[in-house]
């Protein structure tokens, strides 16, 4: 299954739940993105799936090697997001609920 096709799944997984909103309803920034009430939580970016985790969390998987840090093209890497690797063997539906909680806490 390709990246695209794995991120679409996990849209149809989300999108019904109180609060989400899928991708495509806003533009710039997240118009890729799976966000709750106004929050992102998952984007799909660069073919990458990308997430708002907490910073000990992103550590935790980028020593890991199941990805980076997500520069969002300014030249700094963001602590709280990270851009999973395509060969990563993380499940991307248990990483976004881990995001989801993450936003929700804020």
């Known amino acids: 299954m390709s990246p695209e ?8 997984e989300f999108t019904g739940r109180p609060g989400i909103t899928p991708p495509g309803t806003t533009g710039g920034f997240g118009r890729t993105a799976l966000r709750a009430h106004g929050r992102i939580f998952a984007m799909f970016v660069r073919g990458q799936l990308v997430l708002k985790l907490p910073r000990a969390r992103v550590d935790e998987l980028v020593e890991g090697g ?17 851009a999973l690797d395509a060969g ?19």
């Open 5 to 12: 096709e794995k991120f679409e799944d996990l849209v149809d």
């Open 88 to 106: 990563s063997p993380q499940p991307w539906s248990a990483l976004a609920e881990e995001a989801l909680e993450h936003v929700g806490r804020k």
């Open 66 to 82: 199941h990805g980076v840090r997500f520069d969002a093209n300014k030249g700094t890497p963001m602590k709280e997001w990270l």
